[in-house]
């Protein structure tokens, strides 16, 4: 049968642009999320800041099975440990404009209730329709298929073998393997492969004809959308963080919308390829379930009451942590006229410990605390690296490239070639021992060599690996090295700082950190960083101002 046939109730068609709002407007709900590289806290709910937290809490229940509130035997415990009191209670009440209520009946009821822990949403996708038809776990296998392909395609460098075309658009590149993939048809969803490639191969137009096979009415049709994004949460949140990246330095986003018609078009494939009279009952059923829970604005019974015992807590920490801050004034203690230093770290709470220390060691230190990139905003590029990486935190733009050089041209030059032809050697060394015949020949005869090593490394003798900033380049030539902020043209791209832009930026950084007058005689910039060996969270030790790199310009 052709998928035109197929389609259940042709629903009026959306224009171009209207369905690419309605799309865009569902990826802006996601969070976008970094990679380890940069490890970058994000607000989860970022997307939805327009929305006060009760609306918020009760559509992340409802679209994605999400709670915003903690299970209520925690705040009876905290009621019976004292810390939220009937004060707080009562207080949390009238913060909701409910005046009347009694707080010694509502905690009396609290006593005997269970914690009913939600599973799940209250919306079903054609997938938790499909396995509720077949017993077989289809949210699950289209999880799983999804991420097969999006970790190949995402690859950043890392994977030797790519099955996915990285050249191509997203959804083209998925569109193109699942019309190949025989795993989907072995697993039952018959005609799977030509059901995709009848598809329109540009992703709006794709997204619309799946759309027209699932029949979803246009007034449920953002929960829906939200629901399949939440169903992958990871990698929608990897594409919302591409097309941040992309719309940082001005470049077009899409990558979210074109994964969102890559989920859509799965849906409606999964629907065809699994055609019977019982899947078509229930995904009617659900799709009727989904318009209800779209109009449906009103708080739950039991979340509001989780509301309320959320919003106690809250006032009860807060009030815990004004009273420490109370504390005796009789004495507070004088600022001096003019410091002996002025030292300004890194607000990292790593930082903190020396600050406070420093400033009980001698009161006329005063300590400063600022972001790590200490608003010099810039792109650095090692000695022999093609391109550099941003030493500032990745929410912003990064400002002018600045290049890692050593003064004596020839010098430099040497340990270009020399950083290069190492480069180029472990590279070589590095597939020989990941070849898919060679690791064999790597490991029996060759692996024996590296016990030595391995006891030096053990032992804290040897480094498992060269440190990042010595890399290639003997211990002399890396205590040469600097950083370069002439004006010059390094591969068709203007790199340094002018004078005139060295003073502004000089002149921007002191007055954000308020050091404008009263300087001391000496004035420290006091950064940090860390260096580890196979440690995926080896960013989280850096700085998180520096875009998960150290304080300082040097490679990482």
């Known amino acids: 049968m052709k998928i035109e046939d197929q389609v259940l109730v042709r629903p009026k068609e959306v224009n171009k642009t209207t369905l690419a709002d309605t799309l865009r407007k569902a990826c802006k709900k996601i969070a976008p999320v970094w990679p380890l590289e940069n490890f970058v806290a994000v607000n ?54 409910i005046y009347e209520a009694d707080v010694d009946l509502f905690i009396n009821q609290l006593e005997n209730r269970e914690d009913v822990e939600q599973k799940g949403t209250t919306i079903a996708s ?11 776990d289809w949210t699950r296998f289209v999880t799983g298929r ?35 993939d025989l795993t989907s ?44 994004l939440l169903g992958v949460g990871g990698w929608s949140a990897y594409a919302a963080r591409l097309d941040w990246d992309n719309e940082l330095y001005g470049k077009k986003g899409g990558a979210s919308i074109e994964f969102l018609a890559v989920l859509i078009c799965w849906e409606a494939c999964l629907l065809l390829c699994l055609d019977g009279q019982q899947l078509r009952s229930l995904w009617l059923k659900a799709r009727n379930d989904l318009v209800e829970a779209s109009g449906n604005t009103e708080i739950s019974q039991e979340l509001s009451e989780k509301l309320v015992l959320q919003e106690a807590f809250d006032l009860a920490v807060q009030r815990e942590i004004i009273e420490k801050f109370q ?64 030493q500032c935190p990745v929410l912003i733009p990064a400002g002018p490239t600045i290049l890692e050089e050593i003064a004596d041209k020839v010098a430099n030059k040497a340990a270009y070639n020399k950083r290069v032809l190492g480069h180029q050697v472990s ?17 029996s005869p060759i692996g024996l060599s590296y016990l030595p090593k391995l006891f030096t490394d053990s032992f804290g003798l040897t480094r498992p690996v060269p440190h990042p900033d010595q890399a290639g380049l003997n211990a002399k030539v890396s205590k040469q090295k600097g950083i370069s ?34 300087f ?11 260096t580890t060996v196979n440690n995926p969270h080896a960013t989280g030790l850096d700085c998180g101002a520096c875009g998960g790199r150290s304080g300082e310009a040097m490679p990482k």
């Not at 997307?47 to 994605?64: H, P, S, Y």
């Not at 004088?334 to 600050?355: G, H, L, M, T, W």
């Not at 068709?492 to 002149?507: D, F, H, S, Y």
């Not at 001391?520 to 860390?530: E, K, M, P, Q, Y």
């Open 427 to 443: 590279e070589v060394w590095k597939s020989f021992k990941s070849g898919a015949v060679t690791c064999f020949s790597f490991v």
């Open 327 to 390: 504390v005796s004034k009789t004495n507070p203690p004088q600022k001096p006229d003019r410091p002996n230093a002025q030292a300004i770290f890194c607000i990292d709470v790593r930082s903190e410990v020396y600050r406070r220390n420093l400033e009980q060691v001698d009161r006329r230190i005063e300590t400063i605390g600022f972001a790590g990139f200490f608003a010099f905003p810039i792109h650095f590029v090692p000695i022999a690296h093609n391109k550099g990486e941003a």
């Open 126 to 136: 054609v997938s938790d329709v499909a396995m509720q038809v077949s017993k077989q």
């Open 185 to 228: 048809e072995i697993m039952g969803l018959k005609g799977f492969r030509k059901t995709v490639k009848a598809l329109p191969n540009h992703p709006l137009k794709a997204a619309q004809k799946a759309l027209d096979i699932l029949a979803v009415p246009e007034e449920a049709l953002p929960t829906y959308l939200h629901r399949l």
């Open 520 to 530: 001391a005689g000496f004035v420290l910039i006091v950064g940090h960083g860390a």
């Open 485 to 518: 902020l002439n004006v010059a043209n390094h591969h068709r791209e203007t790199v340094g700082i002018p004078l005139e832009k060295q003073v502004e930026m000089a002149k921007n950084a002191l007055n954000a950190m308020s050091l404008t007058d009263n």
């Open 44 to 97: 989860p709910y970022l997307g939805l800041t327009d929305r006060n937290f009760e609306t918020v809490a009760q559509q992340l229940a409802t679209v994605g099975g999400i709670q915003m509130t903690l299970p209520v035997s925690f705040y009876r415990n905290k009621i019976k440990e004292g810390k939220i009191t009937p004060k707080d209670l009562k207080a949390a009440f009238e913060k909701k404009f």
């Open 146 to 180: 999804i991420s097969t392909w999006a970790a190949s395609y995402f690859d950043n460098d890392q994977a030797i073998w790519k099955a996915a075309n990285q050249q191509a658009g997203v959804f083209e590149s998925w569109k193109a393997e699942a019309e190949v």
